[in-house]
């Protein structure tokens, strides 16, 4: 007679199929974690299907996708008004996820994750969804706010946060089911060896209110003079360009401030620039900063929220933090780092040294455990 195995341990599932949801694949730190999450799931031989609002054009900058990747888009313009965009895009996306039947759906920021639970409800799929920003500008300041964010995430399996900050906003049964994983940063970051050879303070991102670029353009204004040599650069384009080409010549800084608009090469932008400066307001996990830290190049951040710079930064170690709006500040910060050359090499160093924890490979690996202990607990 065969001998019975009672109590045996079950199989333990693993993620073969993810539907991944984001607005677009426009440049955004949102849109490069995705990215790079969907170049190692995909190589890890997890089938990815990618949707998006509706599809950008050629002439639009965006991050490259593996064209093995399945794709959909939820509209063909992004015309409409708020309520028919959304009811069309929920509907849409619910019919997609019940066709593809994935393992998880995965759906980044907040708009995005509101429709995705939406869509997703009565549907037997894992949902993990990722806040990507500070919550109370994702979800609202306030009481009311934070009621009606709790009870949307409350139907998701699972919460990915960048900060603990960012946690803490939401209700403690929020948080028993949620994970806070920095954001990978790409190999070639770490590949790059930083040389620091051009007289350039640099500054990477949207030029958007939240980045709080007008900050910079006036602390650097007031130290211009001291140091004839070094121009000031910002990669990104937004809705505020011209209003800060304006201030600049109202600064009459004009010639010395560079707007590059974007560009494909950040890391050789990075090996070679004096000093990265990051002026938000409010930031999520800013990749950009983390990239900075990742070649070596010596940095200084506003302490924002929800505490990204600071859970990546020790001030005076790897990095120096500034008050938030500080203009005093920035202004003492950037005249300290430029007239000292050992500071500026010890901070740069470190920074690399300190980044190595957020490879992408040791990253994405968390995200991959995460979603196995989702779909795990049955």
């Known amino acids: 007679m065969a001998k019975v195995s009672y109590g045996a341990k079950r199989e333990k599932a693993e993620v073969k199929k993810i539907v991944m949801y984001i607005d677009s694949m426009g440049h955004g730190g949102a849109q490069r974690v995705m990215s790079i999450l969907i170049d190692n799931l995909t190589k890890s031989k997890v089938h990815v299907v990618l949707v998006n609002d509706f599809k950008l054009s ?97 139907l998701s399996d699972g919460v990915i946060f960048q900060t603990k900050d960012a946690q803490k ?15 990978p940063v790409s190999d070639v970051f770490f590949d790059t060896k930083y040389i620091g050879d051009e007289k350039t303070i640099v500054s990477i991102g949207r030029l958007e209110q939240q980045k709080n670029n007008a900050l910079l353009i006036n602390a650097y204004a007031k130290i211009a003079d001291k140091y004839p040599d070094y121009r000031l650069v910002f990669y990104g384009q937004g809705s505020l360009a011209k209003e800060l080409q304006q201030l600049c010549s109202d600064l009459h800084i004009s010639s010395r401030v560079v707007f590059a608009g974007d560009t494909n090469n950040v890391s050789e932008v990075l090996e070679h620039c004096g000093l990265f400066v990051l002026s938000s307001d409010y930031e999520g996990m800013p990749n950009s900063l983390m990239e900075a830290m990742a070649v070596g190049v010596p940095c200084i951040s506003t302490d924002c929220p929800c505490g ?41 160093q470190n920074a690399k040294e300190e980044t190595l924890r957020l490879k992408s490979s040791i990253i994405c690996e968390k995200w991959k455990s995460f979603f196995e202990k989702i779909i795990n607990c049955m």
Request: aromatic content about 8%; charged content about 25%; some cysteine.
């Open 58 to 154: 050629n002439n639009e900058t965006q991050y490259s996708i593996d064209e093995g990747v399945k794709r959909y888009y939820l509209q063909d313009k992004i015309e409409g008004n708020f309520f028919s965009k959304n009811i069309k895009r929920i509907h849409n996306l619910r019919k997609i996820i019940k066709f593809e039947k994935p393992d998880i759906v995965l759906s980044f920021l907040g708009n995005p994750n509101k429709r995705m639970l939406l869509a997703t409800i009565g549907i037997s799929v894992r949902k993990v969804v990722s806040v990507r920003n500070d919550p109370n500008k994702e979800y609202g300041a306030g009481a009311f706010h934070r009621i009606i964010a709790n009870l949307i995430l409350g």
């Open 169 to 183: 906003y939401f209700s403690k049964s929020i948080q028993k089911k949620s994970e806070v994983i920095f954001n």
């Open 308 to 348: 990204g710079p600071k859970e990546l930064i020790v001030n005076g170690q790897d990095g120096v933090l500034v008050d938030v709006g500080n203009l005093k500040q920035l202004e003492d910060a950037i005249c300290m780092l430029l007239n000292d050359d050992i500071s500026r090499c010890r901070l740069g």
